[in-house]
């Protein structure tokens, strides 16, 4: 795996956070506090608090002010080919088992320190915390605790679901009949869900997922427009070009042109000296706090549970005297009611 695809920061809140929405980014506070909006919902963090924003995520900052975090980024599709993150929609520090957020912490403050040091060996050490991090990030549990009983949370998975199919898929042909027999729905249901939740089309998602990926290659790859063009989905080099003008006013080679690429480094060089050391001693607390077990993630479902045990009478067991109906559709029939009628007279 290539390393160099993905970039560890240190960013001050003080400035507007700049991150590449089609990334995966994971970022831990190392100071301060942070008051952010996430998909419409507000989260408050703090010290070694972590989170992600991934694609189709959208945040909003309220508050970030002494706030110091690190950043890591990496490119979603190709994450994509290691693990698969499909089901992690949200990786919060209070809402994954304690051990597992310490796990991945520990490994995080290791890539970071080893990313951050310069001698023969240093290439090895990020390589494989790099590993031991990603391998953290594996072992989160997916979201079963989905009650799909409710209204609520079984739309938000069916929009996931339709998110990340439409981005997995994206740069090959896919129709509303796939993604129809991927979330279980008839076309038309699809078609009116997606016009409701999303305010949009399946056509246009599509295209606007390709057109963002092409944004992507177009600044950080030197293909050529027609190898793009097929990478990200589109029939031919001509009808990429017409729609890319469409959104952007521009072609992709005008584009390509009058952008330039914003290389992020594996440390903000324009960061004071005193905030560096700040940002290091820390971490150097953090480290501490995980050796000494001393660093709780208040995992929401980590409750103990203290039993009150009391003495009853048992119930008569009156479910022994319950008859199997059968299914609901058969209720009314007649071959029903003469079992019932057979029964009352036994």
């Given at each position: ?222 293909e050529s427009i027609t190898k793009i063009a097929l990478n990200t989905g589109f029939p031919n080099s001509q009808s990429f ?5 469409n959104q952007n006013k521009v072609t992709p080679s005008e584009y390509r042109n009058t952008h330039k690429i914003v290389k ?83």
């Amino acid at each position: 795996m290539n390393r160099q695809k993905y970039t560890i920061s240190l960013h001050d809140f003080t400035y507007p956070l700049m991150i590449n929405s089609l990334n995966f980014n994971f970022i831990m506070i190392i100071s301060g506090k942070l008051d952010i909006k996430i998909n419409d919902t507000e989260y408050h963090f703090s010290h070694y608090d972590f989170f992600n924003i991934s694609p189709d995520m959208t945040y909003q900052i309220f508050n970030g002010r002494e706030c110091l975090a690190y950043i890591f980024s990496y490119d979603w599709d190709d994450l994509m080919n290691y693990l698969d993150l499909s089901e992690l929609t949200y990786i919060f520090s209070n809402q994954i088992p304690n051990s597992i957020a310490i796990d991945l912490a520990t490994n995080f403050v290791n890539l970071i320190e080893s990313s951050n040091q310069s001698n023969m060996y240093s290439g090895l050490l990020v390589h494989s915390y790099f590993l031991k991090f990603l391998y953290s990030l594996s072992t989160i549990p997916d979201r079963s605790k989905i009650d799909l009983n409710n209204e609520a949370d079984r739309s938000t998975e069916r929009k996931n679901a339709i998110r990340r199919f439409i981005r997995t898929k994206s740069n090959t042909p896919i129709q509303l009949i796939d993604l129809a027999n991927e979330v279980y729905l008839t076309p038309q249901y699809l078609a009116n869900f997606i016009k409701k939740e999303f305010n949009n089309t399946f056509l246009k998602m599509v295209l606007e997922v390709r057109l963002e990926k092409a944004k992507k290659q177009l600044l950080e790859t030197k293909e050529s427009i027609t190898k793009i063009a097929l990478n990200t989905g589109f029939p031919n080099s001509q009808s990429f070009n017409v729609a890319f003008k469409n959104q952007n006013k521009v072609t992709p080679s005008e584009y390509r042109n009058t952008h330039k690429i914003v290389k992020e480094s594996v440390l903000n060089t324009d960061m004071s000296e005193q905030t560096i050391q700040k940002a290091n001693t820390e971490l150097i607390g953090l480290r501490k706090k995980i050796i000494s077990k001393s660093i709780n993630y208040n995992y929401i479902y980590d409750i103990d549970i203290h039993a009150s045990v009391q003495n009853f009478e048992s119930n008569d067991k009156t479910w022994l005297e319950v008859i199997n109906l059968g299914f609901a559709e058969s209720i009314l029939s007649s071959t029903f009611q003469d079992h019932i009628i057979q029964v009352q007279n036994e």
